[in-house]
């Protein structure tokens, strides 16, 4: 453990004791380090733990004067760009790189009477949603309401040939190498007054098997009867084969007819819907697709309507 | 700003018509930047133009996804590809490969305000969309039915907000009709023209139709486009002159054509294959060296390092005689002159090569070239 003492603007000190390989230390370490340099400084909100846990100490990283550690501690810091660190060496030996994820944004990505019919499709089926609550170790992890078996539905489909027409595109954009699709994986979920999913990530890695395109298509209901329900995309801190979430993040908003889409690793957190009439009418409804890899390639599976074949990487977009 | 887009192979087929549309896009006085999507593996090397943007996107033929070889789809395909990656804000005239502007089209599109040119042929009949029943199929993957396309087809003016909607849906739509119809009838190849006023149905973008264009059986041009895919016929209907058998750049002869449409485009072509062959072309154009490129001459060669640039370009000795006679004043032909004179080689020789170099320095952001006047 590193024992730690932040000085901050007006003299106010905090100690706080934390690991060698917190996130939280290498932030700190990247806020001072972005000063003074061609490059924006970092800016963020920050909340560290105090007393294991039982306080925080919260502040904005503009009033960080100082860090001290005991013992030293000689961090190596490095633009996302200079990062490859070597696959045989310890991850402590390993320089820790910040990662922002990135994203696409799609406006518009259903026609206007295709959009309409899939908050039609939602509203005729309140009865079949579910509660779609993740049990964690303190509290809920998620709570939503999910129907169940809509991905054998007309209206998945339309949205699934929709995006499987994008797919050369996403992968590009987002830096992927195109990937032979096994399933793509689909679910429809409503989130009314309080509803939230806490920081998670959709995929282990980048595996075949693994979920590699996480995208989500809002819609509801105009003027947007709720307020929250941003989707906050968290930057990581990668040393070697670590992914850590940092506290920094993107925070998009819904807007009824975007599809998001990001990577299925990318760490993400839906903030908490407040949705003051409590009608499910009123609720933001989301279809999230998961695209599936795999490693044995089928040239004849189809999928969206059944005539796109997915199942392998065509011979034109091999790299 | 309106930006005038075609979409190509990197096939030697369509290096000439690419290169006939751009001299005809300058000789119009057509307002704006010429570009052109280039449909081509990522090891294809992408051709070079004097004035157009050269843009390579993925290639569609056949297509990725499905089981089809149909050179429609690299149009919606290259366009949405585009759309994604650079974010445009302008008018887009879209152009189809084997036509020729004779007069600019400088009406720039307001979004939620495009204009095609009149689809006179729409394959109208009983079926959804007021189309022919062979696209009764359509039914089960469109939402609602009873919407009526513009009956519009290219040229289009359409500003890119209203494209960047709608290109997915036409790219898809194009894959569903072919889906549907026979590959032997005549409307499977027209599937991504009806893919494109069933999406701009579909996504509420409204088309004035107008006649924009003239095709070579017209017996009248009349129109600023003028579209030569159909073989040309003389006044006993026998064809003088078809596209998909021209060999570059032999001279056509103009007065054997039918008067119309199709004889005003072998007037064009006669005339620019003649002023190729001269040479005269080359004095239209003025190179001027670009700002902040520098040079290092070595022994063997000239190095030029262009600001923005990966790598630093290396020129030879005759491309190095070259670029040291681009000093803004010169022209193509000019240079072609001094270096004949000097060097003792004969002039079409020179000319190529001039051309040629100046063209890639062009297409490297060394050199800029002066529009050529009529």
């Known amino acids: 453990m590193i024992s730690v003492r932040l000085q901050l603007e007006g003299g106010q000190e905090i100690s706080l ?46 009033q960080l004067v100082s860090v001290i550690t005991e013992p030293p501690v000689i961090v190596r810091l490095e633009t996302p760009q200079a990062a490859h660190p070597a696959a045989d060496r310890p991850a402590e030996a390993q320089p820790a790189v910040v990662h922002t994820p990135r994203y696409l944004v799609i406006e518009d990505f259903l026609s206007v009477d295709e959009h309409e019919d899939m908050l039609a499709y939602a509203l005729q089926h309140e009865e079949e949603f579910e509660s779609g609550t993740v049990e ?113 993040y993107r925070e998009l908003e819904p807007v009824s007819n975007r599809l998001l889409v990001f990577r299925s690793h990318v760490h993400h957190e839906l903030m908490r819907i407040r949705c003051p009439s409590r009608q499910f009418a009123d609720s933001r409804f989301a279809v999230t697709n998961w695209l599936i890899s795999t490693d044995q390639p089928d040239p004849q599976a189809g999928f969206g309507w059944g005539q796109l074949r997915c199942g392998a990487v065509p011979a034109q977009f091999e790299v | 700003m309106i930006i005038t887009v075609f979409v190509s192979t990197h096939s030697a087929g369509d290096q000439w018509r690419a290169e006939l549309l751009e001299q005809a896009w300058l000789e119009s006085g057509q307002p704006g930047e010429l570009l052109r999507l280039v449909a081509a593996p990522a090891n294809a090397a992408l051709p070079m133009h004097g004035t157009a943007r050269v843009v390579r996107t993925l290639p569609y033929d056949p297509h990725p996804y499905l089981p089809d070889r149909f050179s429609g789809y690299k149009l919606p395909a290259a366009l949405l590809e585009w759309l994604v990656r650079e974010s445009v804000d302008a008018s887009l005239l879209l152009l189809d490969l084997e036509s020729v502007l004779l007069q600019p089209l400088d009406d720039e599109a307001e979004p939620g305000g495009a204009v095609g040119h ?177 040079e290092a001459r070595l022994p063997d060669r ?55 170099t100046v063209i890639e320095l062009h297409s490297q952001g060394a050199l800029e070239l002066d529009k050529a006047s009529p």
């Open chain 1, 17 to 62: 004791r934390l690991a060698e390989n917190a996130p939280e230390l290498m932030t700190l370490f990247q806020i001072l380090g972005s000063r003074g340099g061609d490059v924006e400084p970092m800016e963020q909100f920050l909340q560290l733990p105090l007393e294991g846990g039982e306080a925080a100490a919260s502040f904005h990283s503009r």
């Open chain 1, 136 to 248: 964690g170790k303190a509290s809920p992890h998620r709570q939503n309401q999910v129907i169940m078996g809509f991905a054998e539905t007309a209206h998945s489909r339309l949205l699934q040939n929709r995006l499987l027409t994008w797919l050369p595109h996403l992968t590009r954009e987002l830096d992927l190498a195109p990937f032979p699709l096994r399933h793509v994986e689909s679910q429809l979920t409503a989130s009314n007054d309080g509803h939230y999913y806490r920081l998670h990530s959709d995929a282990g890695g980048d595996q075949a098997g693994a979920r590699m395109l996480t995208c989500v298509y809002y819609f509801f209901r105009q003027p947007r009867p709720f307020s929250g329900g941003a989707l906050r995309l968290y930057d990581v801190l990668e040393q070697g084969e670590r992914r850590m979430p940092m506290t920094s």
């Open chain 2, 302 to 356: 000239m190095v030029l390092e262009v600001p923005g640039a990966e790598e630093l370009l290396q020129l030879n000795a005759s491309a190095g005689a070259i670029w040291n006679l681009c000093d803004n004043q010169r022209t193509l032909a000019d240079i072609a002159d001094v270096l004949q004179e000097q060097f003792e080689v004969p002039g079409d020789v020179v000319c190529d090569d001039v051309e040629r």
């Open chain 2, 118 to 294: 009149r689809w006179s042929d729409w394959p109208e009949g009983e079926g959804p969309f007021g189309l022919a029943e062979d696209f009764t199929g359509l039914q089960a993957w469109c939402v609602n039915r009873t919407l009526e396309p513009p009956r519009v087809t290219f040229p289009v003016m359409i500003h890119s907000t209203d494209l960047r909607k709608m290109a997915a849906r036409w790219l898809e739509l194009t894959g569903l009709i072919r889906n549907l119809i026979s590959p032997d009838s005549e409307l499977a190849n027209q599937a991504h023209q009806v893919a494109y006023a069933v999406a701009a149905a579909e996504y509420r973008i409204p088309h004035r139709a107008k006649k924009l264009a003239a095709a070579s059986t017209d017996r009248r041009a009349g129109a600023p486009v003028l579209d030569y895919g159909q073989p040309i016929v003389s006044a006993r209907k026998e064809t003088v002159w078809d596209a998909a058998t021209y060999r570059p750049w032999t001279r056509p002869d103009a007065t054997a054509a039918r008067a119309g449409a199709g004889r005003d485009f072998l007037s064009f072509l006669e005339d620019y294959v003649t002023r190729r062959e001269s040479g005269a072309l080359l004095a239209t154009r003025r190179p001027r060296r670009c700002h902040g490129v520098r």
